[in-house]
């Protein structure tokens, strides 16, 4: 399988001692040795709930469907970049919470268990890698988040229920299958207003070159510099 640059993640580094140094100092640059012992607090508490978030190389897992060739690799989302986005659409829709969190490409469950956290009543992850899959509620179940549904399934079969509230995507697939899920979700009938977060907006056209969606704004996170698109769903 050919590895496109720009879409897939390359995590053979992550192990790497240089990796570990680069994330230290890069912690203790922006956050400070307070910001070192909130990560190492959260570290040894995710070791003693037994939970994994560790990346995994898509190309090592069994998936359903015929689609692994159209997907990113597994890592989760950071920390600190994902609150800044749910803080940034919160500033829009105070109420947002009272909807369903819904992760395309949930992975090991990281998001969700963030989202979770944050306020939202209810979250929900798609994931096609059945080994993610029972990892991730596997990990949930330890984490005690209550009110979780994940489903085996390839995303671009997925209907979203009709009380969600946000979507969020981080850079899960190519724009083959991006389009599928943006046709699913604008044939929706929502009950609420919804917001999309593209996080690593690599196929951001699909959603840019829609009538049926209003760009909101780019925002760069501050920790990590990444960045993310946030859309509405017109009425
Ligand atoms: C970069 S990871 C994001 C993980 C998670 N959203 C997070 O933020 O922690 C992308 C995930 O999308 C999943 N994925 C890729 N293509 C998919 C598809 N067609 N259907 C369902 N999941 C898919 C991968 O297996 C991987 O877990």
Same mark, same amino acid.
């Given at each position: 399988?050919?590895?496109?640059?720009?879409?897939?993640?390359?995590?053979?580094? #992550?192990?790497?001692?240089? *990796?570990?140094?680069? /994330?230290?100092?890069?912690?203790?640059?922006?956050?400070?040795?307070?910001?070192?012992?909130?990560?190492?607090?959260? *570290?040894? &508490?995710?070791?003693?709930?037994?939970?994994?978030?560790?990346?995994?190389?898509?190309?090592?897992?069994?998936?359903?469907?015929?689609?692994?060739?159209?997907?990113?690799?597994? *890592?989760?989302?950071?920390?600190?970049?994902?609150?800044?986005?749910?803080? +940034?659409?919160?500033? &829009?829709?105070?109420?947002?919470?009272?909807? /369903?969190f819904?992760?395309?490409?949930?992975?090991?469950?990281?998001?969700l268990y963030m989202a979770y956290k944050f306020g939202f009543?209810?979250v929900?992850? /798609?994931?096609?890698?059945?080994?993610? &899959?029972? =990892?991730?509620?596997?990990?949930l179940?330890?984490l005690?988040v209550k009110n979780f549904? =994940?489903?085996?399934?390839?995303?671009? #079969?997925?209907?979203?229920?009709?009380?969600?509230?946000?979507?969020?995507? #981080?850079?899960?697939?190519?724009?083959?299958?991006?389009?599928?899920? &943006?046709?699913?979700?604008?044939?929706?009938?929502?009950?609420? +207003?919804?917001? =999309?977060?593209? *996080?690593?907006? =690599?196929?951001?056209? /699909?959603?840019?070159?829609?009538?049926?969606?209003?760009?909101?704004?780019?925002?760069?996170?501050?920790?990590?510099?990444?960045?993310? +698109?946030? #859309?509405?769903?017109?009425?």
């Amino acid at each position: 399988m050919e590895k496109t640059k720009n879409f897939y993640f390359d995590i053979s580094s #992550y192990y790497s001692i240089e *990796h570990h140094i680069k /994330v230290f100092s890069n912690v203790l640059k922006k956050e400070g040795i307070k910001g070192l012992f909130k990560r190492a607090k959260k *570290h040894l &508490y995710f070791k003693y709930k037994g939970v994994d978030f560790s990346p995994e190389n898509i190309f090592d897992l069994e998936v359903k469907g015929e689609n692994k060739e159209n997907a990113s690799t597994y *890592h989760a989302v950071l920390e600190k970049p994902f609150l800044e986005i749910l803080q +940034r659409i919160k500033d &829009y829709e105070n109420n947002i919470t009272k909807g /369903v969190f819904l992760d395309y490409g949930s992975g090991k469950g990281f998001s969700l268990y963030m989202a979770y956290k944050f306020g939202f009543k209810e979250v929900i992850g /798609v994931e096609f890698a059945p080994k993610l &899959y029972k =990892i991730s509620i596997d990990n949930l179940k330890k984490l005690n988040v209550k009110n979780f549904k =994940i489903y085996l399934e390839d995303a671009s #079969y997925f209907k979203p229920p009709k009380n969600t509230s946000l979507i969020f995507f #981080y850079n899960p697939f190519n724009e083959e299958i991006m389009q599928k899920v &943006y046709e699913n979700i604008i044939n929706q009938t929502f009950e609420n +207003r919804v917001y =999309i977060a593209y *996080h690593y907006p =690599i196929c951001k056209d /699909v959603f840019e070159n829609s009538k049926k969606i209003e760009f909101l704004e780019e925002v760069t996170c501050t920790f990590s510099n990444e960045i993310t +698109r946030i #859309y509405r769903l017109k009425n």
